[in-house]
């Protein structure tokens, strides 16, 4: 018998496929779920280890750029044989205005120029070293600064700035008040001598501030648009990521040297504001008005210490002076010179005139020489040697002796320091008139001045630096012949043997007075053009006839008023703060390129987010420039 099937068996093969048809939503969404995060654990340091490897071979590359551009940069500043001062910006003040006095003078540290020493076709360098030069004869000069990478298109991710190596020419045209350098490059603007010591992108040397050259206006970041609204398109770019800083030296006393006229720095070739040594510093803006010193932090600062008690007669920076000083300072040498050069003239006033034993030629003492327009009052001495009036200036005649004066009647002797030839008989019971002993070849000029540079108390104490005093003769005939004789100084002080174009200096009390001698018997004088001893200067001792026009003595000296007149054994202390190009520091910083965002204050500009902390790489490095020379 045939077993009945049983139906649920039946039933259960039918729904067996069904049941194994595949999975849920939510089983394959569990599962991808799961897969995700396996796959995010398992690669999550992958990624990161990728990105770590980006910003290493980032930093190397920026290490290595900013160390080769470092030891580029620092090997052809120290070979350097000039470098060309730090350029000057001016930046208006407060009242919105440039080229008035609240003016601001700021150095341009983000740029250096200088040049390098000429080589020979085989390499070596010239001697003695002479500058390198192009075919016309023009100094080739280096110049290092941070510039866009194509300057013709604005700033960009594509365009960053790049520290770039140019070869050109430099001027300066310069004023007391700023500074504007132009450099044209050797090849033109198309095709420049131009090389990169930084990579062309991905990496920046962000602006720090905009300066419109034309208006002094200026913007924190980077604008092509000046901030003041002016129709300027010209701008200055500051970049703190670079900087050329020349060594600051602080509190230096200098070494005076030359009878403390000049005061030497250990360093040369001083920063800020230029002077070649020949502009004072009592007339620094050529107005005849002091200006001071301290309008840019690269300015030399001159402080005068007087060691008696420690006070300061003079300081640049704040515009103290009550040393009376002349001083200037030499910024390519490093050097301080204090005092100045003065001189005077002595004309005859008739050289021409015949002048009788007992009389001087009657004399003008001007200030300056003929060739250089006297100027100023005039003490005028006649035939007695007696002065017209109140003495002006700081040469007086010593007139040699005439002899005791004897009357024509009585024939007593008088003192000629009391009375003068042709004045009455002092003897009452006498009519007679006195007259001169003096022979008719005696002296009829002063045998020699007093040089008093305070003018009897009128002016500061002041001491005359020894062998400084020059002696010269000037003449002219009637028909406009010149005569100059130069007079030598002689260690003989008798004037009994003093050559006949010789003088002699005798100082005092530490310099502070001075006597020029001559020869007692032939001092300067018309008389010198007497060609046949006859005591009288006529047309028979020039020829073609011709007359003595014009005769005079210039005696210039040099003073200075470095000292303390109280105790004149102390000289001044003169201490001094300056910037020197002779050590050169370079700070260099290279990152990556970061998208900058507008101002908060000024859309126009652009800037790092101040939240932004791009990775950058950084160095300092310091150059003695050694083939600068004072």
């Not at 003040?93 to 540290?109: E, F, H």
């Not at 740029?111 to 010239?126: S, W, Y």
């Not at 050169?584 to 290279?590: I, K, S, Y």
Request: glycine residues 8%; hydrophobic residues 35%; negative net charge.
């Amino acid at each position: 018998m045939i077993a009945e099937p049983r139906r649920h068996d039946t039933i259960g093969w039918r729904r067996t496929p069904r049941g194994r048809a595949g999975f849920t939503l939510i089983e394959v969404l569990v599962v991808l779920s799961i897969l995700v995060i396996l796959f995010a654990l398992l690669f999550a340091p992958m990624i990161a280890s990728l990105d770590m490897v980006t910003l290493a071979q980032s930093r190397v590359t920026m290490q290595n750029a900013v160390r080769t551009a470092m030891e580029d940069m620092r090997r052809e500043i120290s070979n350097a044989m000039y470098i060309y001062p730090t350029p000057g910006l001016v930046l208006k003040g407060g009242d919105g205005l440039l080229g008035t006095g609240d003016d601001v003078r700021i150095p341009n540290y983000s740029e250096i120029v200088f040049v390098t020493p000429g080589r020979a076709p085989t390499g070596e360098l010239l001697e003695p070293l002479q500058p390198r030069t192009d075919g016309a004869g023009n100094i080739i000069a280096t110049r290092l600064r941070a510039a866009l990478l194509d300057e013709t298109q604005p700033y960009s991710e594509a365009n960053p700035f790049v520290l770039v190596r140019e070869e050109g020419t430099y001027t300066r045209q310069e004023d007391a008040t700023r500074v504007w350098w132009d450099f044209v490059n050797l090849g033109g603007l198309a095709s420049p001598i131009r090389n990169l010591l930084t990579p062309r992108t991905n990496f920046d040397f962000p602006v720090s501030h905009t300066i419109c050259a034309q208006c002094g206006a200026v913007v924190e970041g980077y604008t092509e648009v000046c901030p003041a609204g002016c129709s300027g398109g010209e701008f200055i770019y500051i970049h703190d990521n670079l900087q050329f800083r020349p060594e600051r030296i602080v509190g230096e006393v200098l070494q005076a040297t030359a009878h403390n006229t000049i005061y030497q720095a250990r360093h040369a070739a001083w920063a800020g504001l230029y002077n070649p040594g020949i502009i004072e510093l009592n007339d620094l803006d050529g107005a005849g008005t002091r200006a001071q010193l301290g309008a840019s932090e690269l300015d030399p600062r001159i402080v005068v210490v007087n060691p008696t008690d420690m006070s300061i007669p003079r300081d640049t920076w704040t515009a103290t002076d009550t040393s009376n000083m002349v001083m200037v300072y030499n910024s390519d040498r490093g050097a301080v010179q204090v005092g100045a050069t003065t001189g005077r003239w002595i004309a005859a006033t008739n050289p021409s005139a015949a002048v009788v034993p007992g009389e001087y030629y009657a004399i003008d003492i001007m200030d300056g020489r003929p060739d250089l327009a006297p100027g100023g009052p005039t003490d005028s001495y006649d035939e007695d040697g007696a002065i017209s009036a109140v003495r002006q200036w700081d040469l007086v005649p010593v007139y040699p002796s005439l002899g005791p004066l004897t009357c024509t009647d009585c024939g007593g002797s008088f003192d000629p320091t009391v009375y003068s030839p042709g004045d009455p008989c002092p003897n009452p019971s006498c009519s007679g008139v006195l007259v001169s002993t003096a022979q008719p070849g005696d002296p009829a000029m002063p045998i020699a001045y007093r040089i008093d540079p305070t003018r009897a108390g009128a002016d500061p104490a002041a001491k005359i630096v020894p062998q400084s005093v020059r002696v010269v003769v000037w003449a002219r005939d009637s028909v406009g012949r010149p005569y100059q004789a130069v007079y030598s100084e002689t260690t003989t002080t008798d004037q009994s043997e003093i050559g006949d174009r010789q003088f002699a200096v005798i100082y005092s009390d530490y310099e502070q007075r001075a006597e020029v001698r001559f020869n007692e018997l032939a001092p300067p004088s018309p008389r010198l053009f007497d060609r046949n001893g006859d005591f009288v200067v006529d047309a028979n001792d020039f020829p073609g006839g011709a007359t003595l026009s014009s005769f005079g003595i210039y005696i210039q000296y040099y003073f200075r008023r470095n000292y303390d007149p109280t105790a004149p054994q102390n000289d001044f202390v003169i201490r001094a703060d300056y910037s020197t190009n002779e050590i050169m520091n370079v700070d260099l910083a290279l990152q990556r390129y970061y998208e900058l965002e507008p101002h908060p204050s000024n859309p126009d500009a652009l800037i790092v987010p101040a939240d932004a902390t791009p990775d950058r790489v950084s160095a300092q490095g310091q150059a003695n420039v050694r083939n600068l020379s004072r």
